[in-house]
């Protein structure tokens, strides 16, 4: 059984940073591109940053020099560096890692960022 779980939401100052990790486990995998995106209040869910196992990336111009992807292959892990956050920053973050040769992508339940004075 797969699962993907969020860690390192909170409660964060503008100007501020905070990084977010997520692990992949389970099923025997080894993932390909791996990602977070963001859902806000009364938003549909955003692309945040994605990256594949190679290292190549792609990020959402709203974040673009802000936040940084990276990823331990080794350990299913996919982390979201994140600087200078806005207030508009302010959603659930969630994971996600795609199995290519299945098709399937799995999802994490979220961690809550608040960017808040």
């Known amino acids: 059984q797969v699962q993907v779980v969020e860690s390192g939401g909170g409660l964060v100052q503008p100007g501020g940073s905070l990084r977010l990790s997520c692990a992949a486990s389970g099923g025997g995998f080894s993932f390909d591109d791996m990602g977070w995106y963001r859902q806000a209040p009364g938003k549909e869910r955003e692309l945040v940053a994605t990256i594949t196992r190679g290292g190549s990336t792609n990020y959402a111009d709203s974040v673009k020099g802000r936040f940084t992807i990276s990823r331990d292959n080794s350990k299913n892990l996919v982390y979201l560096q994140m600087n200078n956050l806005k207030l508009e920053d302010t959603a659930v973050y969630f994971c996600?890692?795609?199995?290519?040769?299945?098709?399937?992508?799995?999802w994490g339940k979220g961690t809550l960022v608040t960017v808040s004075s």
């Open positions: 996600n890692a795609h199995v290519q040769s299945s098709r399937v992508t799995y």
